[in-house]
């Protein structure tokens, strides 16, 4: 390619490249000092050197987070078409009307694109109205989550190191924000009042965007997304709520976060096991306790025990403190007892007959792939 090359003054240049070096060296200077003691320095975490973020690339966090998501990445429009949402591309539009000319007129009968009228009859016709208040007031729950989810995630953003971590929060950042859009849809098309946040939730939510640093990972990640991950998990063979099976694809990959990173970047001992971080963590688990009790009723409408989901959350919330080294293996094991032994008491206070059993072993996760993916995160550690 030929290109007219423009004429320079040299000299200037010389002298422009000579102040830049030396502004360089004083500006850098300042802020390695600042940051020494205290008092400020660079508010990136980023290290213009090496083209990276402070923590380096971290590819394997990259690989398992942020590829993984665009891979299954899901597109509102395509499974839900009865929403407003129009996010598929003209190829992705091409493809479904093409998939549909190809399933035979039975097939087609049965994955009809069915407009907000068509699905909300479709609602009508399958649960009776305190069934709709029940799914709605349990969803709704989680709705007002992915909220926080959304917000915990893009501050996690500025607390991790690393290429890879920012690269997988910023795909769990855009997962939160098409979940709390979707999921409030999908919550209004049963046509019924939706709940408040009960003050459980509120505290439970408050206590983790309020969390300091990495314990916002054990907020989040490990404790409500878990939560989520059970929900979705309980709803998605049920007529109409086939979607949640994505949401719950996606909660999924996002419980393996915290693993992963602490893979990668080992908490220190202190912010591990110190018997405060312990308690601080324990005790932003204590608002999901009353929170069970207020949802057995609607629970129970749609055929769930609230103490056997309770127990299913526990069983997995230790596992993954396990896994990620938040909790030693004999005080996770403690600690699911504890909270075994007080469903119990709870049980035997209020179910005539109880008798005492281990809720912890119960799996309210009906669908055979969602317990599939559910092996595969809790498998490599148990509490039982
Ligand atoms: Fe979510
Ligand atoms: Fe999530």
Redesign the pocket.
């Known amino acids: 390619m030929q290109l007219k090359r423009l004429p320079v003054n040299e000299r200037a240049v010389a002298m422009n490249r000579r102040v830049e070096r030396v502004v360089n060296r004083v500006v850098r200077a300042r802020d390695r000092w600042a940051e020494r003691l205290g008092v400020g320095g660079r508010a990136a975490a980023y290290d213009d050197t090496h083209y990276e973020f402070i923590g380096g690339a971290k590819d394997e966090l990259r690989k398992k987070h942020y590829d993984k998501s665009l891979r299954l990445l899901w597109k509102a429009e395509a499974v839900a078409p009865w929403s407003s949402f129009r996010d598929c591309t003209d190829e992705e539009r091409l493809l479904l009307a093409e998939a549909e000319r190809s399933l035979s007129p039975e097939e087609r009968a049965e994955r009809k694109r069915i407009t907000s009228e068509e699905y909300r009859a479709f609602l009508d016709e399958h649960y009776t109205p305190r069934q709709k208040r029940a799914i709605v007031s349990f969803l709704a729950a989680i709705g007002h989550g992915e909220a926080y ?1 959304w917000l915990v ?1 893009a501050s996690l953003l500025s607390e991790v190191k690393s290429t890879g971590a920012r690269a997988a929060l910023t795909m ?1 950042v855009l ?2 924000a098409k ?1 709390f859009v979707v999921m409030r849809e999908l919550v209004q098309a049963f046509g019924v009042e939706v709940p408040r946040q009960s003050v459980w939730e509120y505290l439970l939510l408050e206590g983790t965007l309020k969390a300091k640093g990495l314990d916002k990972f054990f907020g989040m ?1 490990v404790l409500v ?1 878990t939560i ?1 991950l059970s929900i979705f998990g309980s709803l998605s063979e049920m007529p109409g709520l086939e979607i949640l099976r994505l949401f719950h694809l ?2 999924a990959r ?1 419980t393996a976060l915290p693993a992963n990173y602490f893979k990668e970047f080992p908490l220190d001992d202190k912010a591990k096991a110190s018997l405060r971080s312990r308690v601080r963590r324990l005790w932003m688990t204590l608002p999901a306790l009353p929170l069970v009790m207020l949802l057995e009723e609607e629970l129970a409408e749609i055929g769930i025990d609230a103490f056997e989901f309770a127990g299913s959350v526990m069983r997995k919330v230790s596992a993954l403190s396990e896994r990620a080294g938040l909790l030693p293996a004999e005080v996770a094991l403690r600690q699911a007892m504890l909270f075994n032994r007080i469903f119990n008491l709870y049980c035997r206070a209020t179910r005539p007959g109880h008798e005492d059993r281990d809720f912890m072993a119960a799996d309210t996760t009906s669908g055979e792939e969602e317990r599939a993916v559910e092996r595969e995160i809790f498998a490599a550690a148990t509490v039982h």
Do not use: I, K, L
């Open positions: 989810a995630s769990q997962e939160e979940h990640n997304e989520a996606d909660e996002h």
